[in-house]
């Protein structure tokens, strides 16, 4: 069973990730350990898109004696907290400080110094998901991930050993940082080296070798549908889901295309892993953990890795050995006296044709529930044919068993992808803003344009556009004065124009429609000339404003 230790000590044959041998992982990793040691650096904030390069920089930074701290994202927030641990940002982009970016040529780098070994102290920190509000920041060992990982090691198939590690989740956080690099080495898995957050990628990543994926409820929920499910089989030796509840029907649907049921994971950041299900019915504790549930109905674990017994924020009973999940206690609501998960809610609504992802809480202002979700490319027709008052209707009528409870979703919100973090989780922040601030207007991205006096933007129009309602609830278009507004907005910056002339509207913008506005000044006229048009360059609203005199 290899750990990293064993890794650096003694090398074995073979590759630990794609182009790269055990042997030069392992030199790469002392010749780095010795640069950190010799600059004396103390705590290294890690930002990696490779994996591979992530599992050498966090062994090279014990080595040398330094805190690991993984960053969750590279926002000012997250970059404040790591300068505040007096780290480095050790990493393999243009996130990384002067002299800590981790090169191609890194990886067969060599120090003539004699090869560090382990202090017994090793720790990294870690910031939790923030789905249930502030983020907490976590200690870990080492000796804590490496017990954990030989525990998944005897717990999981032997046959998967030599398949890749392919993961739909990053390694910032701790799920795919226990499973893609310290299970994938007390495994024997080759690191896959870039997360795939996609389904479409990981089938692509899938195609050549043998793998495994580590991926998340929400992925999986999108897999289905019209895939080569034959050509994966080939390739695929097993699935581990963890970051959420994984609904029973989408378990099964996977068993009956791949031949077998995923390994379905709980734990959370603060405890690792507790439990595993396998096919339906309940999680089964792992040997090494203890679990309680308190007289509020939440559990408490203690492990090897858990670093004593932690207490979570989950309903649960136990019946023996096996648990049986309720999903957190914070979002259980009580309605008429009688309580419902807002998980059961989120299965019913999931599991209609329309829907590809789905998230409910209490509305943060009126306290009722509230639905927000992300529609699938037949969702999307509907809605663009029908409205956002049909679509509601549809969804209603499938939650019947919810009416005698009064837990019907009474706010509904709808985009075509729910804004899921590298562990799929939703932070609290972004749900609350999606039903507190109204959508007015897309998101524009820059685009290269001709010549100077040019610019081009192109955005996709969101589905809840707040537009979409009144006149147009039955036919959703954008309308002409927003169509204006939009224009202002982005070239205008607050400045009325002197004259709008030869203003024309010759197509509908539609919901989930991809525009592109294209701007020219005329500096000899003081005027600026605006087209919005569709993808296929068909234009929608045309016109020039005359511009004030300066």
Known sequence: MMTLETVLRRPPQGDIAEHWTYADFAAATQAWAHRLRARKVRSAAL????????????????????????????????????????????????????????????????????????????????????????????????????????????????????????????????????????????????????????????????????????????????????????????????????????????????????????????????????????????????????????????????????GGRQHTADAAERHGRALLLHGRADRIVKLADKRIALTRIEQLLSAHPFVADAHCLPHPQHGRIAAWLALNDDGIAAWRNHGRRAMIDTLQRTLGELKPLGAVPRHWRFTDRLPRNPQAKIRAADAERAFTRPITAPQWHALPADTPDESVFTAAVPLDLCWFGGHFARFPLVPGVVQLQWVLDLCCRGHVPAQIENLKYQKFIRPHDTVRLYLRRDHAKNKLYFSLRLADGSVCSSGRFALPDA
């Open 47 to 306: 930002w990696f898109d490779d994996t591979a390069r992530c599992a050498s920089a966090l062994a090279a930074t014990w080595l040398a004696g330094a805190d690991v701290y993984l960053l969750p994202d590279v926002s000012p927030a997250s970059r404040q907290w790591a300068a505040q641990q007096g780290c480095i940002v050790f990493g393999d982009t243009d996130a990384a400080d002067e002299g800590w970016r981790y090169r191609d040529a890194d990886e067969r780098a060599r120090s003539d110094l004699p090869d560090l070994g382990f202090p017994s102290d090793n720790r990294l920190f870690l910031k939790t998901s923030a789905s249930s509000g502030d983020a907490k920041t976590v200690c870990k060992t080492r000796a804590q991930m490496e017990s954990e990982a030989a525990a998944l090691a005897r717990l999981l198939p032997a046959h998967w050993r030599g398949a890749t590690a392919l993961g739909s989740v990053g390694t910032q956080h701790l799920y795919g940082l226990t499973f893609r690099i310290f299970a994938a080495l007390a495994c024997g898995w080759r690191i896959g080296r870039v997360r795939h957050p996609y389904p479409e990628d990981l089938f692509a990543a899938s195609r050549h070798a043998p793998c495994v994926w580590v991926s998340s409820p929400a992925l999986l929920h999108r897999a289905g549908g019209r895939r080569d499910w034959q050509s994966l089989r080939r390739h695929l030796r097993g699935v581990v889901s963890a970051g959420g509840m994984l609904r029973p029907d989408v378990a099964a649907q996977l068993a009956a295309r791949l031949g077998f049921y995923p390994h379905d994971v709980y734990g959370s950041t603060e405890t690792g892993v507790i439990a595993v299900r396998r096919q339906s019915g309940m999680h089964l504790l792992l040997p090494e953990v203890s679990a309680e549930i308190a007289a509020d109905g939440t559990l408490s674990a203690d492990s090897p890795w858990s």
